[in-house]
């Protein structure tokens, strides 16, 4: 009993002192944010939010013209800095994280958002489908989030690593093993890493956006008509349709899920991590599809 009691004292001293090390987050002035999937979307909100409180962004996407288009709404190059990357591709993320210190001299948040929707029933989903999607979200996360958090560690500087994840990571809904199932992924990397990475004073959260998010290439690229479909509504009015559905009665907008990231990392939450906040206007509250 001695030699456990004596063990436990050291234990807990050591988690002190490793406490102790462990610096307060940077104001977001002071911060870089690299931003994958910035060029459209939720990611493109995001990147105007954040810069808006004074962040250097770096618009990570695939799709080099419209991260172009996003680093020059945030005012060129003394601010935000366009890096086209593919984040299935080991070596692009790599060099995107570099390109980003390069720019601005080091990385301190960083924001998962990067994803394609591939909704589709189990029996018509391909191996490829499968593939291509954890390709993007599951693969593509880990590989920026290990790429980022190497910075981050070597920097000493403590960090955030924010998941743009979603409803369906947790709640269950047809025609929809692939996306729902990597998003699931998405969420599990979120406690595993903020277990791992604590220590070094980063952060990892996420944020579950509602099922549907108009003003989104995903929501325009055929998720919108798939489900005004299923709800029998135009798709003009789904919008409408799905503000009715939540307890707020409010519609979710990329600014809304923007914001929430911003309230992760910029805010008050430095003694938060390993959480999903829901932006979903009330939806999995009351467990509504
Ligand atoms: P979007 O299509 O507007 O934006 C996605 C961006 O990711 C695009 O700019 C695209 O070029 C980029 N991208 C795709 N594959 C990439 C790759 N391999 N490498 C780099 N960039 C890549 O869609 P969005 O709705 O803004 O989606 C953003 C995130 O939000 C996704 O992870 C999505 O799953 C999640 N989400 C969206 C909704 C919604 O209703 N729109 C709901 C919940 C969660």
């Known amino acids: 009993i001695e030699e456990s009691e004596k063990f436990r004292i050291e234990y807990?001293?050591?988690?002190?002192?490793?406490?102790?090390?462990?610096?307060?987050?940077?104001?977001?002035?002071a911060r870089v944010a690299?931003?994958?999937?910035?060029?459209?979307?939720?990611?493109?909100?995001?990147?105007?939010?954040?810069?808006a409180e004074g962040a250097c962004v770096v618009v990570a996407d695939r799709d080099a013209g419209a991260a172009e288009k996003v680093a020059e709404e945030l005012g060129g190059a003394d601010r935000a800095v366009a890096v086209a990357v593919d984040?299935?591709?080991?070596?692009?993320?790599?060099?995107?994280?570099?390109?980003?210190?390069l720019a601005f001299g080091g990385v301190d948040l960083v924001?998962?958002?990067?994803?394609?929707?591939i909704s589709k029933p189990l029996l018509e989903t391909t191996v490829a489908d499968w593939d291509l999607q954890h390709d993007i979200m599951a693969r593509g996360s880990f590989l920026v989030s290990r790429e980022a958090a190497r910075v981050m560690i070597d920097q000493g500087l403590g960090g955030d690593i924010v998941y743009v994840a979603s409803k369906n990571g947790v709640f269950a809904g047809p025609n929809n093993i692939a996306y729902g199932a990597t998003k699931a992924d998405q969420a599990h990397q979120v406690r595993l890493l903020a277990a791992e990475l604590g220590e070094h004073g980063i952060r990892v959260n996420g944020v579950n956006p509602d099922g549907v998010?108009?003003?989104?290439?995903?929501?325009?690229?055929?998720?919108?008509?798939?489900?005004?479909?299923?709800?029998?509504?135009?798709?003009?009015?789904l919008g409408e349709f799905y503000a009715q559905r939540t307890l707020l009665k409010r519609e979710v907008l990329p600014e809304h899920v923007a914001a929430a990231v911003f309230a992760l990392t910029g805010g008050d939450?430095?003694?938060?991590?390993?959480?999903?906040?829901?932006?979903?206007?009330?939806?999995a509250a009351a467990f509504l599809r």
């Open 87 to 101: 984040v299935t591709s080991e070596e692009q993320v790599v060099a995107a994280v570099r390109a980003a210190s």
């Open 34 to 51: 690299l931003v994958t999937g910035g060029g459209s979307g939720i990611g493109r909100a995001t990147a105007l939010r954040l810069a």
């Open 111 to 117: 924001v998962n958002n990067a994803g394609i929707s």
């Open 269 to 283: 939450l430095g003694h938060t991590t390993g959480l999903h906040v829901p932006v979903d206007a009330g939806v």
């Open 213 to 237: 998010v108009r003003g989104s290439g995903i929501f325009a690229g055929g998720w919108g008509a798939k489900r005004a479909a299923v709800y029998g509504v135009e798709e003009e009015r």
């Open 12 to 29: 807990w001293e050591l988690e002190e002192a490793k406490l102790r090390r462990m610096p307060p987050p940077k104001p977001l002035a």
